[in-house]
């Protein structure tokens, strides 16, 4: 089966670091994705991970183990901003001409002054 | 700037009338996609093209249907909504290739009376 764990939710505190993890199952696997969706709106693209090890992207930083089926998303310096949900995203092999990502229900993150 | 529009942001229809949403991006992707999430849920694919292969997922109701006139444009077809269609529909691209990112447009929130 294909399965995405993360946890539903997360406060921190303004300046601080947080990690949010996600596990996963899933019958292939050909990247992960992380996306960041604000109340209402649309998913917008963070990070991908498809080889094991460290993303830096600015602030956000993304972590993979393909051998522990885990990676992490770790957000420095938070910012109120940074208040959203935060989504997992795996790139299933569909074996089709396109690979289709299965998304995990997403962690909300509440940052606090 | 290039980009993926969704009109319109938020549409109200009565119990089985059939409505329509539309996708339209300027960044040329060949992948166009339709998710539906339901609130603190994750989003969950309906169908994809592929330029002009149409591709269902096995779990979609038939009352969803697509059509793709080209490559910029995308509509999902609601035949007869149910009050347990109301959701957020979003529309994504991406371009095979490297990554194959989805990016998202800023979805159509659907209520259904």
């Known amino acids: 089966g294909q399965n995405i764990d993360q946890p539903t939710e997360m406060t921190a505190t303004e300046g601080a670091i947080v990690q949010i993890n996600c596990t996963y199952q899933t019958s292939g696997f050909n990247g992960l994705f992380w996306y960041q969706q604000h109340a209402g709106e649309a998913p917008t693209f963070l990070s991908y991970?498809?080889?094991?090890g460290l993303e830096e992207k600015g602030r956000f930083s993304s972590f993979l183990s393909r051998s522990k089926g885990y990676s992490y998303l770790l957000l420095k310096e938070l910012q109120m901003k940074d208040s959203a949900s935060y989504l997992c995203?795996?790139?299933?092999?569909?074996?089709?001409?396109?690979?289709?990502?299965?998304f995990g229900t997403g962690t909300l993150l509440a940052v606090q002054p | 700037d290039a980009m993926v529009i969704q009109n319109p942001r938020y549409q109200v229809t009565q119990f089985g009338k059939p409505v329509t949403l539309s996708c339209s991006q300027t960044?040329?992707?060949?992948?166009m996609y339709w998710y539906q999430q339901k609130s603190s849920q994750a989003p969950k694919l309906l169908f994809h093209?592929?330029?002009?292969?149409?591709?269902n997922e096995a779990d979609t109701p038939d009352n969803f249907q697509s059509r793709r006139p080209n490559t910029s444009f995308c509509f999902l077809d609601i035949r007869s909504p149910g009050l347990g269609d109301a959701a957020m529909y979003l529309c994504?691209?991406?371009?095979?290739?490297?990554?194959?990112?989805?990016?998202f447009g800023p979805g159509t929130r659907l209520l259904v009376l």
């Open positions: 995203a795996v790139r299933d092999n569909y074996g089709g001409a396109t690979n289709k990502l299965i």
């Open positions: 960044l040329n992707h060949n992948v």
């Open positions: 991970n498809v080889l094991d």
């Open positions: 093209y592929y330029d002009k292969d149409f591709n």
């Open positions: 994504a691209t991406s371009s095979l290739g490297a990554g194959e990112t989805q990016y």
